[in-house]
């Protein structure tokens, strides 16, 4: 009969993660390993993390610690921790290892990540993770593995510190919509800066309300020394 023993989920958490998670038992292991130890996470980050260990071995399927693995982990420094879990990765990992990871593509990498039963964006996770241990245990990788796939982006003009206000709401939507920071001068002294980086055009109308009496206050204000100075001076002159 073959055996029906599920195929362990990889990790598909951030590395820095996984180490909080272990970090957070290095005072005791409990008796058995559940979500509650980690309340800060959100639910599915939590989620990850139990993954994690259990497609380690740090726990078993009832949850139970694998001890003294896991304490040893939780405790060790981060040389003994490079060093327990480069033996993890080699054989949790065995069969990607195995195919010479000096020589592997981000194609092969994921097919073989595949074969957990993983796709999309946590196929796109799980590869992320495998190659920030690899390279924290120092396995060798591919150079192929280290150079970004995605697109480069364009590069933006540097902003200058000269602000200009905004006229209307109209030009307050245009550039809300991209980013916009504009700084006020206070009477007093000093100065308030407010930057909008929120897409104006798909905000709640609550908080477009919000954002755009806020625009209007500002300029409000901007504008109230120009228009009283004529006024003032007329009087210094009568």
Wanted: hydrophobic share 40%.
């Amino acid at each position: 009969m073959a055996n029906d023993k599920p195929i362990p989920v990889p990790p598909y958490l951030p590395l820095k993660t996984f180490f909080g998670a272990l970090d957070a038992l290095r005072e005791v292991v409990p008796s058995r390993i559940d979500r509650a130890i980690w309340r800060s996470q959100s639910g599915a980050t939590q989620t990850q993390i139990m993954v994690t260990f259990r497609f380690f071995g740090l726990i078993d399927d009832s949850d139970a610690p694998a001890l003294p693995l896991l304490e040893k982990l939780a405790k060790a420094d981060e040389a003994e921790r490079k060093k327990l879990l480069r033996t993890l990765v080699e054989k949790k990992y065995s069969a990607i290892v195995a195919l010479d990871l000096t020589k592997m593509t981000p194609s092969l990498l994921s097919e073989q990540l595949g074969k957990f039963g993983v796709s999309g964006d946590t196929l796109r996770k799980a590869s992320t993770f495998f190659l920030q241990i690899a390279k924290f245990v120092d396995l060798p990788i591919s150079p192929y593995l280290t150079v970004r796939t995605s697109s480069p982006r364009a590069r933006k003009a540097p902003r200058t510190q000269t602000q200009s206000s905004l006229s209307g709401k109209s030009a307050a939507q245009s550039s809300a919509a991209d980013g916009s920071t504009t700084a006020v001068n206070l009477k007093g002294g000093g100065s308030v800066t407010m930057t909008v980086t929120a897409d104006v055009w798909k905000m709640p109308s609550e908080d477009r309300k919000f954002v755009l009496e806020l625009v209007d206050k500002i300029q409000g204000y901007q504008q109230a020394p120009a228009d009283k100075k004529p006024k003032e001076k007329a009087a210094g002159q009568s």
